[in-house]
């Protein structure tokens, strides 16, 4: 019946199957047909007839089981989902019943989306373009004041004309148009076929897929369809509509965007269509990725924290002298029998220089004073503290000792024996009650007050010195009320000039238990094996801690893990859900143009937005959290802990990283099943 004009569509013994071979369905038999460019055709039949599958095939949304499609001269039997999806989209315009406007985007965002798909990817000015003609077909279709709201403001017959808009943007050679008025009032309906009436006449080929007969008499060209066969194909005078100008718009003026602005609306527009599924049901997306937050905060928690602790231990063994190896006799050994005695110990004149001399090269050595308890006397007030003894300066820097008032013990105080003492802050507070009278005399109180020591000592001291407050969380809780004085002046009050305890200062680059055991040996070597030494290496104290700390740090992070496994199981879980609720999208996608390639694109996509939004909420909530733990642990221990903002870059990364890596895992399979969704299928689900 068209034999004298160009045929856009050819069709020869087509059939197609739903199912197998025994068990499936023959929807269409032997069909054939050719539609010549610029018909305008209705295909009618009662349901069941085969119709709707003819336009599944016609639309290249199903490929037939036997026979030959041809559209515009190519076989679509030899073409590929890639290739399928470019003729889709640049060849055939879609009007469906339903409309299938997407509910998320603007009506101009949705004229816009065959754009979307368009091989090779549109230049700037090609958008531009396409931006002004999708204001263009709104405004000639009456409904240019609706592009900016959302479908779901617009009745039905304007949602129909920007479906139609939808189809013409990229003006394609066919509009496939199914039940176009079915869900439309009987004005709107004509309406409807006044566009296309007006479209046929402007040289577009109009295929209508109708079971309305007022639908089919407008027409040219009615083909029947019973039980799967064409049972009639007879050409008819249609229904001229007039001239309705409907299409009559006086082109808008095109607004040109800057490359840059193009740019970033091309990368970008991606993430915001994902950014905008995900919003759209907030509450289920908040619990879905509460187990990946979880996850996510617990490994930033332990990692900073852990972290952090470990500068704390450093610092607090730092400060208590943590470089210092002490070495000596070993008392609970020579109590428990065999050995001769008890050591009285290295000369602190005479013995010790040599033992200074043996190992300068490796590190300092100084003697260590018996500490004693003592009764402190000052205009009538007592205070019990110890007394330690100074055999140099280094001493005082070696334990983390800081100066709050007055001056240090000088060298040659050391040395001579003088008089003087620095006391630790509680000891001032203590020996000093708000009563006594040197506060009101002394300006500089403390400084030069008397004490007079009764015990084993039996002296007088001057106090030249006060101690800044020093934690004492791995130290003796009285180190506060510590009295210092030269252990040349401790050892001329008792009478005391040996020590059975040292204290070895590594050089750097000495590893510490090797210094300790050669100090340790010569010690037995200079006894003659009568005496057994023991050393204590606060490195080897730190390093147990540390690797406690790591291991702790470890199996949170483990923990922190599964959770993340977990989320991202449930995350997997509700993508699946999500895909299943949106077939129908999809399948409106695919009829628009869109290849597997991007269906995949945009379903990992949000899974990856997903994770990535609820690893940032974790590592931010992890961060909050750890700047809380660590602002109430300054503000209970502020001379140990100091103030200061907890970040660990490698935790940050770690965490975000693992949330990220987990949207790519466990987005994948469930962008691929919708991939591999039947476009066909798809738009019929329910």
């Given at each position: 019946?068209?034999?004298?004009?160009?045929?856009?569509?050819?069709?020869?013994?087509?059939?197609?199957?739903?199912?197998?071979?025994?068990?499936?369905?023959l929807a269409l038999r032997d069909i054939n047909l050719t539609i010549a460019k610029g018909e305008y055709v209705a295909i009618m039949g009662p349901s069941g007839s085969g119709k709707s599958t003819l336009m599944n095939l016609l639309g290249t949304l199903a490929t037939a089981s036997s026979g030959t499609l041809r559209l515009s001269g190519e076989h679509i039997e030899d073409l590929n989902e890639e290739k399928l999806a470019s003729h889709r989209n640049r060849s055939i315009g879609f009007v469906f019943q339903q409309f299938h406007l997407l509910p998320r985007l603007t009506i101009l965002e949705n004229v816009l989306l065959p754009l979307t798909y368009r091989q090779p990817v549109p230049t700037t000015a090609e958008i531009d373009e396409a931006r002004a003609k999708a204001i263009d077909l709104l405004k000639s279709l009456k409904i240019g004041e609706q592009a900016y709201k959302l479908p779901a403001l617009l009745s039905g017959g304007q949602k129909q004309r920007a479906a139609i808009a939808r189809a013409l943007l990229l003006d394609p050679d066919i509009i496939l148009a199914d039940?176009?008025?079915?869900?439309?009032?009987?004005?709107?309906?004509?309406?409807?076929?006044?566009?296309?009436?007006?479209?046929?006449?402007?040289?577009?080929?109009?295929?209508?897929?109708?079971?309305?007969?007022?639908?089919?008499?407008?027409?040219?060209?009615?083909?029947?369809?019973?039980?799967?066969?064409?049972?009639?194909?007879?050409?008819?005078?249609?229904?001229?509509?007039?001239?309705?100008?409907?299409?009559?718009?006086?082109?808008?003026?095109?607004?040109?965007?800057?490359?840059?602005?193009?740019?970033?609306?091309?990368?970008?527009?991606?993430?915001?269509?994902?950014?905008?599924?995900?919003?759209?049901?907030?509450?289920?997306?908040?619990?879905?990725?509460?187990?990946?937050?979880?996850?996510?905060?617990?490994?930033?928690?332990?990692?900073?924290?852990?972290?952090?602790?470990?500068?704390?231990?450093?610092?607090?063994?730092?400060?208590?002298?943590?470089?210092?190896?002490?070495?000596?006799?070993?008392?609970?050994?020579?109590?428990?029998?065999?050995?001769?005695?008890?050591?009285?110990?290295?000369?602190?004149?005479?013995?010790?220089?040599?033992?200074?001399?043996?190992?300068?090269?490796?590190?300092?050595?100084?003697?260590?004073?018996?500490?004693?308890?003592?009764?402190?006397?000052?205009?009538?007030?007592?205070?019990?503290?110890?007394?330690?003894?100074?055999?140099?300066?280094?001493?005082?820097?070696?334990?983390?000792?800081?100066?709050?008032?007055?001056?240090?013990?000088?060298?040659?105080?050391?040395?001579?024996?003088?008089?003087?003492?620095?006391?630790?802050?509680?000891?001032?507070?203590?020996?000093?009650?708000?009563?006594?009278?040197?506060?009101?005399?002394?300006?500089?109180?403390?400084?030069?007050?008397?004490?007079?020591?009764?015990?084993?000592?039996?002296?007088?001291?001057?106090?030249?010195?006060?101690?800044?407050?020093?934690?004492?969380?791995?130290?003796?809780?009285?180190?506060?009320?510590?009295?210092?004085?030269?252990?040349?002046?401790?050892?001329?009050?008792?009478?005391?000039?040996?020590?059975?305890?040292?204290?070895?200062?590594?050089?750097?680059?000495?590893?510490?238990?090797?210094?300790?055991?050669?100090?340790?040996?010569?010690?037995?070597?200079?006894?003659?094996?009568?005496?057994?030494?023991?050393?204590?290496?606060?490195?080897?104290?730190?390093?147990?801690?540390?690797?406690?700390?790591?291991?702790?740090?470890?199996?949170?992070?483990?923990?922190?893990?599964?959770?993340?496994?977990?989320?991202?199981?449930?995350?997997?879980?509700?993508?699946?859900?999500?895909?299943?609720?949106?077939?129908?999208?999809?399948?409106?996608?695919?009829?628009?143009?869109?290849?597997?390639?991007?269906?995949?694109?945009?379903?990992?996509?949000?899974?990856?937005?997903?994770?990535?939004?609820?690893?940032?909420?974790?590592?931010?909530?992890?961060?909050?959290?750890?700047?809380?733990?660590?602002?109430?642990?300054?503000?209970?221990?502020?001379?140990?802990?100091?103030?200061?903002?907890?970040?660990?870059?490698?935790?940050?990364?770690?965490?975000?990283?693992?949330?990220?890596?987990?949207?790519?895992?466990?987005?994948?399979?469930?962008?691929?099943?919708?991939?591999?969704?039947?476009?066909?299928?798809?738009?019929?689900?329910?």
């Amino acid at each position: 019946m068209t034999a004298d004009k160009e045929h856009i569509i050819e069709i020869s013994d087509l059939s197609f199957r739903y199912g197998d071979e025994v068990n499936g369905f023959l929807a269409l038999r032997d069909i054939n047909l050719t539609i010549a460019k610029g018909e305008y055709v209705a295909i009618m039949g009662p349901s069941g007839s085969g119709k709707s599958t003819l336009m599944n095939l016609l639309g290249t949304l199903a490929t037939a089981s036997s026979g030959t499609l041809r559209l515009s001269g190519e076989h679509i039997e030899d073409l590929n989902e890639e290739k399928l999806a470019s003729h889709r989209n640049r060849s055939i315009g879609f009007v469906f019943q339903q409309f299938h406007l997407l509910p998320r985007l603007t009506i101009l965002e949705n004229v816009l989306l065959p754009l979307t798909y368009r091989q090779p990817v549109p230049t700037t000015a090609e958008i531009d373009e396409a931006r002004a003609k999708a204001i263009d077909l709104l405004k000639s279709l009456k409904i240019g004041e609706q592009a900016y709201k959302l479908p779901a403001l617009l009745s039905g017959g304007q949602k129909q004309r920007a479906a139609i808009a939808r189809a013409l943007l990229l003006d394609p050679d066919i509009i496939l148009a199914d039940e176009p008025t079915g869900a439309l009032d009987s004005k709107t309906a004509q309406d409807v076929l006044n566009i296309l009436v007006e479209l046929n006449k402007r040289g577009k080929t109009i295929i209508v897929i109708t079971h309305d007969p007022e639908v089919t008499r407008v027409a040219r060209r009615r083909i029947e369809l019973r039980d799967g066969r064409v049972v009639g194909d007879t050409s008819q005078p249609g229904i001229d509509s007039g001239s309705t100008h409907l299409l009559d718009q006086p082109p808008s003026p095109i607004s040109r965007t800057s490359r840059i602005k193009a740019w970033l609306q091309r990368r970008l527009s991606p993430s915001r269509d994902a950014w905008q599924a995900l919003t759209s049901s907030r509450l289920r997306t908040a619990l879905t990725s509460l187990g990946l937050i979880i996850g996510v905060s617990s490994i930033i928690i332990m990692l900073t924290l852990g972290t952090a602790a470990q500068q704390v231990i450093i610092n607090i063994f730092n400060q208590a002298g943590a470089d210092r190896i002490y070495v000596g006799l070993d008392y609970r050994k020579v109590r428990s029998g065999g050995f001769a005695g008890f050591w009285q110990g290295l000369d602190v004149d005479n013995d010790f220089p040599e033992l200074q001399n043996t190992f300068s090269e490796y590190g300092r050595i100084v003697p260590l004073g018996n500490n004693s308890s003592q009764k402190f006397y000052a205009a009538g007030n007592q205070f019990d503290a110890r007394v330690q003894p100074l055999y140099s300066l280094n001493e005082f820097f070696d334990e983390g000792l800081k100066l709050d008032r007055g001056r240090l013990i000088s060298p040659r105080e050391l040395q001579s024996g003088a008089r003087v003492a620095l006391v630790g802050s509680e000891f001032a507070e203590g020996m000093f009650p708000p009563q006594y009278p040197g506060r009101l005399t002394n300006p500089r109180f403390p400084l030069g007050e008397i004490l007079s020591i009764r015990g084993k000592l039996f002296t007088h001291v001057t106090i030249v010195g006060v101690l800044k407050k020093r934690d004492t969380t791995f130290d003796a809780k009285e180190a506060n009320s510590d009295v210092y004085i030269p252990m040349s002046t401790y050892n001329q009050y008792t009478g005391t000039r040996h020590t059975t305890w040292l204290a070895v200062v590594p050089k750097e680059g000495v590893k510490h238990s090797w210094i300790a055991d050669s100090v340790k040996n010569y010690l037995q070597l200079r006894t003659g094996n009568k005496y057994p030494f023991r050393a204590s290496v606060p490195e080897e104290q730190i390093s147990r801690i540390m690797l406690f700390i790591k291991v702790f740090q470890g199996l949170t992070a483990l923990i922190g893990g599964l959770c993340i496994l977990v989320g991202g199981i449930g995350i997997m879980n509700i993508m699946l859900v999500t895909i299943a609720e949106r077939v129908r999208e999809i399948g409106l996608r695919k009829a628009l143009g869109a290849p597997p390639a991007a269906i995949t694109r945009q379903f990992l996509l949000e899974c990856i937005m997903l994770c990535a939004v609820s690893g940032l909420v974790g590592t931010i909530g992890g961060l909050g959290f750890c700047n809380l733990v660590g602002y109430l642990s300054h503000m209970a221990m502020p001379d140990t802990i100091p103030s200061q903002f907890l970040f660990y870059p490698a935790g940050v990364a770690f965490g975000l990283g693992t949330a990220i890596l987990c949207g790519v895992a466990f987005g994948m399979m469930p962008a691929l099943k919708a991939a591999r969704l039947d476009p066909s299928e798809a738009l019929r689900s329910e």
